[in-house]
């Protein structure tokens, strides 16, 4: 529950994200959140298959999906750091995998499994790219940053506009398919908790664009006109591949979730 990290055991990750530099962020998001979702699925599930499947854990463990879905996203609206706010769309976004594996049908672990897996590039590049960011203005106060610099570093706004839409989860790209198998997965089980979860995916959509319009859009700060904004070539080498599986696995996700299936059937046999 603290290394998912479910509500309310979730207040040390976007502490942790802050103080940490980027190539901590990286991995805390990209690996390490996903070995509390890995505990579930291969430790307390297997071990103890009566009690977690009993109908009083999986509504427990949906409704603490619900409350990480919609209490990460307001979270996240909320925040002028965006480091932090990347922190608390971390907490939203992982609640799907909670929501999913919590309905113990085929789609929704399926999704549960495949969002682990999304949710780590994503964030992952996400993390990168505030940290890009951090590196030439040496802030990360939204309202400091003061928008424009899309006008200064165009290659890095569209790789930042293109990420944010993954994690958003634009259809065709990874962050869709996971959450839409998980809803679709989710919904014969527990209908009123997915349909309150979506509160949290319409919000989602609020933070994002915020922070987009902050970073990228408006006139430019005058501050950031003699700076080097652009993204380096060496950190275009390093968020190419997380790319290349956002936009792979929002076409073509069969050569992930064939990898994944097998796994599932045997665990909700």
Request: overall charge neutral; hydrophobic content about 55%.
């Amino acid at each position: 529950a603290i290394k998912v990290p479910i509500f309310p055991f979730h207040t040390w990750l976007p502490d942790a994200h802050v103080e940490a530099p980027t190539a901590v962020s990286v991995i805390l998001a990209g690996i390490l959140l996903k070995m509390g979702g890995y505990g579930l699925f291969r430790i307390s599930y297997p071990m103890l298959p009566n009690e977690a499947t009993s109908k009083f854990f999986i509504a427990l463990i949906a409704a603490l999906a619900m409350i990480n879905i919609v209490y990460g996203a307001f979270c996240a609206l909320a925040q002028k750091d965006f480091k932090k706010l990347v922190a608390y769309s971390s907490v939203s976004h992982m609640g799907y995998v909670l929501l999913g594996l919590a309905a113990l049908t085929h789609e929704g672990v399926t999704g549960a499994a495949l969002q682990m897996f999304n949710h780590g590039i994503s964030a992952a590049a996400m993390f990168f790219l505030v940290g890009v960011v951090y590196d030439r203005a040496h802030t990360r106060n939204l309202d400091e940053l003061g928008g424009g610099i899309w006008q200064l570093a165009p290659v890095y706004g569209g790789i930042l506009i293109f990420s944010s839409m993954a994690s958003l989860g634009l259809p065709g790209l990874s962050g869709f398919v996971s959450e839409f198998a998980i809803v679709r997965g989710s919904w014969p089980v527990f209908s009123t908790m997915t349909a309150l979860s979506m509160i949290g995916l319409f919000f989602t959509g609020a933070y994002i664009l915020k922070a987009i319009r902050q970073v990228l859009h408006g006139p430019v700060n005058t501050e950031w006109s003699d700076h080097n904004m652009e993204i380096s070539t060496r950190e275009k080498i390093v968020v190419a591949p997380l790319i290349v599986l956002m936009l792979i696995i929002g076409i073509w996700p069969w050569w992930i979730t064939f990898m994944i299936n097998e796994t599932v059937t045997t665990l909700i046999g």
